[in-house]
């Protein structure tokens, strides 16, 4: 298997993982914002720990541009990440973890658009398939109202 593949696979399981973990952190009613500090402090450990066993660091220091992207990725993860946790006290996993990986297709989107990057069938199908999952997705929902507990019930309980 070449790396493309194997971190792709790797990814793969990563997310399907993390999907696990943010039910527990539901289940056990955990409070979203120190759910997410604690997952972005990992993060950036485990980052560090990656980059300095690899000494591109210490070889090549980083552009100072780096920060353009990063300090705003850094950002726009750790926010999606807490209003997903906390979503998830009004909704169903299973429909908030597929939109949430549904959402791909708007940076495709983006960069066939601002990039010019070729538009294949196969990524035409993939986004026609987006297209049809999130209409599924809403006629599964319009014949549910209301959410599946209220935020009220978790007052009670010990947060852990």
Do not use: H, K, N, Q
């Given at each position: 298997m070449t790396n493309p593949y194997l971190y792709a696979v790797i990814a793969l399981f990563s997310l399907a993982a993390m999907g696990i973990v943010h039910k527990l952190g539901?289940?056990?009613?955990?409070?979203?914002?120190?759910?997410?500090?604690?997952?972005?402090?990992t993060a950036g450990v485990l980052s560090s720990i990656r980059a300095l066993g690899t000494h591109t660091l210490v070889s090549h220091p980083p552009p100072p541009q780096i920060l353009l992207v990063a300090l705003p990725f850094g950002a726009s993860a750790a926010l999606g990440l807490w209003l997903f946790q906390k979503g998830l006290r009004y909704g169903h996993i299973a429909t908030s973890w597929l939109l949430v990986n549904l959402s791909a297709g708007i940076p495709t989107v983006l960069s066939i658009v601002f990039y010019h990057e070729h538009l294949g069938w196969k990524k035409s199908s993939?986004?026609?398939?987006?297209?049809?999952?999130l209409l599924l997705l809403w006629w599964d929902r319009r014949g549910q109202t209301g959410p599946t507990r209220d935020a009220s019930s978790y007052a009670s309980t010990e947060v852990v």
């Open positions: 539901d289940r056990y009613r955990t409070e979203p914002l120190p759910l997410t500090l604690y997952a972005m402090i993939i986004l026609l398939l987006i297209v049809i999952s």
